[in-house]
């Protein structure tokens, strides 16, 4: 069955710091690929997706992602974290016709001052 | 904001009982989903429509049922309430085939 893993629970970092959530799939096609943030008390907003192409993908808020086929990941990065990026961060595939979109745990991130 | 609407934010009622939830997708959108977030599962996908047709079903239970109007505007009934069924209930919309979804605010369901 086709699944999703974000391996880190809780990240916490420096505002300026770099940041790599990662996320790994289990899909045996080219999946459809997508990061959401969930900020507290909120809905989920669209951070980046990954459909074909480039497998460098620009999103909002400053942030990327980067496909690797080989590796079956789709880590988000930021090059600087700000205070605002505090938030949930999920991973999501979706597969087969239907656009049921499978998600991750989410990774939680803090971020101090 | 998404364009996504959803009513009511919050919903608290008693075990047994029977509620639902609606949403109104994006202006355009022919697709609507269901998806409840809890602690211990997490995000799961419940129920997909398009165009007032079901498309997709998910882990939903048999008390849960959905519907899509004319409008487009979705419900979601979930009846004889559990404790477990205290969630957050997320509709999303998107255009036909495979597209990115755009969720609204949710409506968080507390069953006492």
């Known amino acids: 069955a086709q699944s999703v893993t974000q391996p880190d629970i809780h990240i916490t970092v420096s505002e300026g710091a770099s940041l790599e959530l990662r996320c790994n799939y289990s899909?045996?096609?080219?999946?459809?690929l997508f990061w959401y943030v969930q900020s507290p008390g909120q809905g989920l907003q669209l951070l980046l997706k990954y459909f074909s192409g480039d497998t460098l993908v620009q999103g909002i808020k400053g942030f990327e992602a980067e496909f690797k086929r080989s590796q079956s990941s789709f880590n988000l990065r930021k090059p600087s974290v700000h205070w605002s990026d505090a938030a949930e961060y999920f991973c999501?595939?979706?597969?087969?016709?239907?656009?049921?979109?499978?998600f991750g745990a989410g990774t939680r991130l803090a971020v101090h001052p | 904001d998404s364009g996504v609407t959803q009513t009511p934010k919050h919903l608290i009622t008693a075990t047994g009982q029977r509620v639902t939830l609606r949403c109104s997708p994006r202006?355009?959108?022919?697709?609507v989903y269901w998806y409840q977030q809890s602690l211990d599962q997490g995000l799961q996908f419940l129920i997909q429509?398009?165009?007032?047709?079901?498309?997709a079903k998910g882990n939903i239970l048999e008390r849960f049922s959905a519907q899509q109007f004319p409008d487009l505007h979705s419900e979601l009934n979930l009846s004889s309430l559990e404790l477990g069924d205290s969630a957050l209930y997320f509709c999303a919309s998107s255009k036909g085939g495979v597209n990115e979804q755009f969720f609204g605010p949710g409506t968080r369901l507390t069953v006492l």
């Open positions: 999501a595939v979706v597969t087969g016709g239907y656009n049921k979109l499978i």
């Open positions: 202006s355009g959108d022919l697709s």
């Open positions: 429509y398009y165009n007032g047709e079901e498309r």
């Open positions: 899909y045996g096609a080219t999946p459809y």
